[in-house]
């Protein structure tokens, strides 16, 4: 891709091309709103994506990225950096050799999420750098920015966007053309690389260093800025709450933090003593003017009631005019529900009918505890379904515990329902337990992307293919049991009841893809077919079977 010299991207959109025109060689991620469109423009503008099974994974090939002196994406949303934080927090001892940015999708106000955590956090724990944009150009710049810094300083780098800045576009002026990822070359490290307790010691020692030179840097680097305005009324703010002060209070001084952690305390001090008055807006927990305070730096933060929920120009407003009053309702918006033809209403009026005890998990699936079906009892995290449920049969009086039932969607069992698969069959409990994973032969609820399960990569080009009921039986399951549902029969109600009666470790995989992408899979079919018809040139092997 040619850019021209203004392009109108989202926050996603400048982020891929950013990483495209810095030379990132190879981008990792798990499909998650509001992140998912980074990898997959990333792979339209020309580069290496590919979908992980999981956020741990998809960090730790980036990771080895890394080491091998490349260039390296990992991106995520904010949820899915408690499944990568492992890595994370070693990675930041180990250092890397060439760059790796990892970006921390934040959903603010939960539009699509089980819950909304200040991933900013994240950074001081693990002892990383962090960095926010609050548009399209700064998710473009920053990015660039990141690639440096991790460079300099041999050290991951946290991106931190919100939903806003990811969906919302904003003209934005590229820097130049793509560029081509560097050759990587391994140079063996081990005290650097192996983390067993005599090299961390020291790597902790140099991780502290690391930070203590970025945070002087930091004090004088152009990441920063500082907006003159009065005297009267200085705000210090980040990210997209910085676009709302401007609207807000466009009189006032304002300091807006791009790199935000560590911070520029010096700078923070002195923006301060030249207010008369100076206030913290910030987006979700109050990371900054926590650490601003702590640094014994007076400053005016929001009120607890403007902690929940996105901030908007309004509410901006109220906060600056110290407004405690309670805040207009929202009016209610249309709630989702499962599509008319989604062979869940299937599972779902069938577990209801039958008064099941239902441990949820995420996905489309998840809109089973609304109406007409609430058929799910419990919804935690990816892949909680299987321990939750396990956990329930064990403790249940004998009755209830065979009406407990886990369902998990087919990318969410590849995702993280593997582990709690060997659970089940590790300790099962007296009453056994039966599993219904709802396969639609895609991720849908993030824009129908591929995974493992479906045999196609992240731009749908064929690959090899994760068989579940394989990985069923050759954990041990004995009763597995592959049905497509379909209205009008009640060959999965007999399945089921069989299940539950059963008394013993069963696996029901409700297989039919996606009403959705019914089309678009007939078209990757088509292709793989011709892909296969074609005799390779070297090899006279088809095309297909060459990984």
Known sequence: MKPSKRLLLSGDQAIALAARHGGVALGAGYPGTPSTE?????????????????????????????????????????VGLNVASDPLFTAAYTGVTGALVIVSADDPGMASSQNEQDNRRYAVAAGVPMLEPSDSQE?????????????????????????????????????????????AHYERDIQGRVMIPAYARPAHRRLRQKLAEMQEWNETCRLNQVVSGSQMLGIITSGISYMHVREAAPEASVLKLAFTHPLPMKKIAAFAQSVQRCIVIEEGDPYLVENIRAAGIPVEGKAEMYRFGE???????????????????????????????????????????????????????????????????????????????????????PEQARKVVSVIGD??????????????????????????????????MTGH?????????????????????????????????????????????QVLDECLASNEL?????????????????????????????????TAQPACNAG
Not at 49 to 70: C, D, M, R, T, Y
Not at 146 to 165: D, F, Y
Not at 334 to 355: H, S, W
């Open 311 to 397: 901030l908007d120009v309004a509410r901006v407003k109220r906060i600056l005019n110290y407004d405690l009053t309670p805040e207009p309702a929202k009016p209610p918006g249309k709630p989702p529900q499962l599509c008319e033809g989604c062979q869940y209403r299937i599972v779902f009026e069938a577990l209801r009918k039958r008064d099941c005890i239902v441990a949820g998990d995420i996905g489309c699936y998840t809109l089973g505890v609304l109406q007409p079906f609430e058929a799910i009892d419990s919804c935690v995290c990816m892949g909680a379904s299987l321990g939750v449920g396990l956990g329930m049969r064990h403790v249940l009086p």
């Open 139 to 183: 998710a473009y710049d920053l990015t660039l920015a990141a690639i440096e810094i991790s460079e300099r300083w041999k050290i991951p780098v946290l991106l931190r966007v919100t939903t806003r800045v990811c969906h919302s576009y904003t003209v934005v002026e590229p820097r130049g053309e793509n560029g081509a990822p560097r050759a």
């Open 449 to 493: 992307q591929e995974h493992p399960g479906t045999g196609r990569k992240l731009d749908h080009e064929p690959t090899n293919k994760v068989v579940l009921e394989e990985i069923a039986r050759g954990i041990g399951v004995k009763r597995v049991f592959v049905i497509e549902p379909r209205f009008g029969s009640n060959h999965f109600e």
């Open 506 to 538: 069963s696996v029901i995989i409700a297989r039919r893809p996606c009403i959705l992408i019914a089309r678009e899979l007939r078209q990757y079919e088509k292709a793989a077919c011709e892909c296969s018809a074609v005799p390779s040139v070297e």
């Open 38 to 78: 980074i990898l997959e423009s990333f792979s339209e503008y020309g580069g290496h994506g590919q979908w992980s099974p999981n956020e741990k994974v998809a960090l730790e090939v980036a990771i080895g990225a890394a080491f091998a002196g490349a260039r390296a994406l990992c991106t995520m949303k904010h």
């Open 411 to 444: 990318s969410t069992f590849v995702h993280s329902g593997i582990s709690g698969l060997v659970e089940m069959v590790y300790n099962p409990p007296p009453t056994g337990h039966v599993l219904i994973i709802l396969d639609n032969a895609t991720t849908a």
